[in-house]
């Protein structure tokens, strides 16, 4: 019996067979992704987005009220341009349909042509030739012609080759595709929606739904309706509250770079951003609502993966210090813990500069808090470093400061167990001395040593690894959880200054005391020295919570005794200075 009316069980099953039609044909769509850039993921990104629809959206008799849900579902899980507009035309629709059990054909009509021109306010950019072209095409023909037709299945009957006609002029709208010869990837994606959900229509049987593994779908980022970005990074986030209009939103946002869209509704937006400036902007975003699920791709990481030198990728975690410009040069994946201010979740040393942590801390009524990367934020990178690389070395802060290396292991243990050469090792330290072993891990996988020599330096150099850290306060250390109630109240009643360090398994301890920082200094210098004597100091870096300038004086007493500089000198990551507080320094040294 032909539909002519649809409610929310028949609207999520409609969807049900769009979605099926797009995920099958992932490949094809990821094949024909050509602009700007030839990244071959649009067909990733929309099943990222469809399946984020299918798995947590809750299926209600009203049609608005399904339809809200799987705004909210598809806005979360939305990846890429193509994957966040299509969420948008989601989120339009249960704007349009708001407070409605029911749709029958001219509701329908409507919504979709509201929802459509919608996409445009949503985007700093919109061009022509893409998703948002055939959307827009097909909506108008349903507005125009819906009175001609008695039913959806008529309508979408016709209907969809009008949008097959309107994806093909594509070619002759953007002079890439036309050079090419391929329709745009994402309006494709589309289309294929349109037409699995006529198979819905002419009552076929809804086709098992393939699943595709986070290594089929490891690619984040895609070229849908953007200009070739100059930009570096791809920086994604929720914002949640009672937040300012779109175009207040757009207008805040734009000066940190392009391909800006902003998606959602007034209570719930999703926001993508090509950029250099990650934490100005996501500064910007916190002043508009709370943020959310926070994401930041490397847009050129595949380039530069395609120049790597060595067949072993090293990773680590954030907590182990080392500069930008060192994790550049010896390509070290680095994997951010979470990092939380009030109701605002952010990427350590990603999407949060040091300077604007260290004043939350000083002035948010609630402590800042840190927590673990999510077990897919985790495979997801180690299942794209598996494509690109012949074997991976995992370098974690102490097993015994931190549950990261538990959540690596438990991360890894599929590729693993798939019989992928994948090593989880605890560095059983922390900060400057886990930055120093991984950056050598690095060079050595730079200059092409076998994975089996490097976890033979790693196994030889972890036990003669050592980080010295003289704290300002006790009070940070208190804050957060990291020493006992009686200790530090003491030491703060008394203004002393601890020495933290690590022993031998891996465990935090106050290693001394003195009331002035020069003290402290001179008390560490005295030890490197003892050590050095002891047995040779082969290496060692400088970190600070910013304190560049003890710093940089520190790394010159220390040059004098050891007759050579630092391998470098660097800020500490926002999750230890939770601990240390500020103007913290320390040495990390490998004997």
């Known amino acids: 019996m032909k539909k002519t009316i649809l409610d929310g069980n028949d609207f999520f099953k409609l969807f049900s067979y769009g979605a099926s039609e797009v995920i099958s044909n992932r490949d094809k769509l990821n094949k024909i992704n050509v602009f700007p850039v030839a990244d071959g993921d649009t067909g990733n990104n929309l099943v990222f987005t469809l399946n984020s629809v299918l798995d947590y959206a809750q299926v209600k008799d009203s049609v608005y009220e399904t ?42 009509a409507n919504a979709s042509k509201n929802s459509a021109y919608g996409l445009y306010n949503a985007l700093s950019n919109p061009v022509e030739g893409t998703m948002l072209t055939v959307i827009k095409d097909w909506s108008n023909y349903i507005v125009d012609n819906h009175k001609n037709y008695d039913s959806f299945d008529d309508l979408f009957e016709e209907s969809v080759g009008y949008a097959s006609k309107s994806l093909d002029n594509t070619k002759e ?28 229509l002419r009552g076929e049987v809804l086709p098992e739904i393939k699943r595709f593994s986070l290594s089929d779908l490891s690619a984040s980022h895609d070229s849908i309706i953007h200009e070739e970005s100059s930009y570096r990074y791809c920086a994604e986030c929720i914002i949640k509250g009672n937040l300012p209009s779109t175009d207040v939103v757009k207008e805040t946002l734009i000066a940190y770079g392009d391909s800006l869209i902003v998606a959602g509704n007034e209570d719930f937006k999703h926001v993508h951003i090509h950029t250099d400036r990650v934490s100005d902007f996501f500064k910007a975003i916190s002043k508009l609502g709370n943020i959310s699920r926070p994401k930041v791709d490397d847009i050129f990481i595949q380039e530069k993966l395609n120049d790597k030198k060595g067949t072993t990728a090293i990773v680590t975690d954030s907590i182990g210090d080392i500069p930008k410009n060192l994790i550049d040069k010896y390509m070290i994946h680095q994997i951010p813990l979470n990092i939380t201010v009030g109701e605002d979740s952010y990427l350590d040393k990603v999407s949060i500069s040091s300077e604007d942590f260290y004043e939350y801390m000083k002035s948010s009524p609630i402590y800042p808090n840190s927590s673990l990367p999510n077990e897919i934020q985790i495979k997801e990178k180690l299942e794209f470093l598996s494509q690109n690389y012949e074997n991976i070395i995992i370098i974690n802060v102490s097993s015994k400061l931190s549950g990261t290396h538990s959540a690596m292991i438990k991360a890894s243990k599929e590729l693993s167990d798939s019989g992928y050469p994948i090593k989880v090792i605890d560095s059983k330290v922390n900060s400057a001395a886990q ?28 036990p003669k690894s050592e980080i010295y850290v003289a704290l300002n306060t006790f009070r940070n250390a208190l804050n957060s959880g990291r020493l006992p109630k009686i200790v530090g109240k003491i030491g703060i009643f008394f203004r002393l200054r601890p020495i933290i360090s690590i022993d031998r398994e891996g465990n935090g301890s106050a290693f001394s005391v003195a009331f002035s920082k020069t003290t402290l200094i001179n008390k560490i210098l005295k030890l490197v020295n003892q050590k050095n004597q002891q047995s040779k100091i082969s290496s060692y870096c400088i970190v600070h919570s910013d304190d560049l300038d ?41 004997r």
């Not at 595709?177 to 289309?191: C, M, P, Q, R």
């Not at 092409?448 to 033979?456: R, V």
Request: net charge negative.
């Open 67 to 108: 339809l809200k849900s799987m705004a909210e579902a598809s806005l979360s899980g939305a990846r890429g341009n193509s994957g966040v507009i299509f969420a948008q035309y989601i989120a339009g629709l249960a704007s349009e349909t708001k407070g409605k059990a029911s749709i029958m054909l001219h509701d329908f």
């Open 173 to 200: 709208q953007l002079e890439i595709l036309k050079k090419n010869d391929v329709v745009d990837s994402g309006a494709k994606g589309f289309v294929l929606f349109l037409e699995g959900a006529l198979r819905y």
């Open 435 to 462: 930055g120093l072993l991984v950056l050598h891990a690095a060079k050595m996988a730079h200059a092409g040593s076998t994975m089996e020599e490097i976890i033979d330096y790693l196994n030889d150099k972890i």
């Open 550 to 590: 003890t710093a940089n004086s520190f790394a010159k007493e220390v040059t004098n005794i050891l007759g050579y500089e630092p391998e470098y000198i660097c800020e500490i990551s926002s999750v230890t200075a939770l601990h240390a507080g500020e103007k913290a320094v320390a040495i990390g040294f490998i």
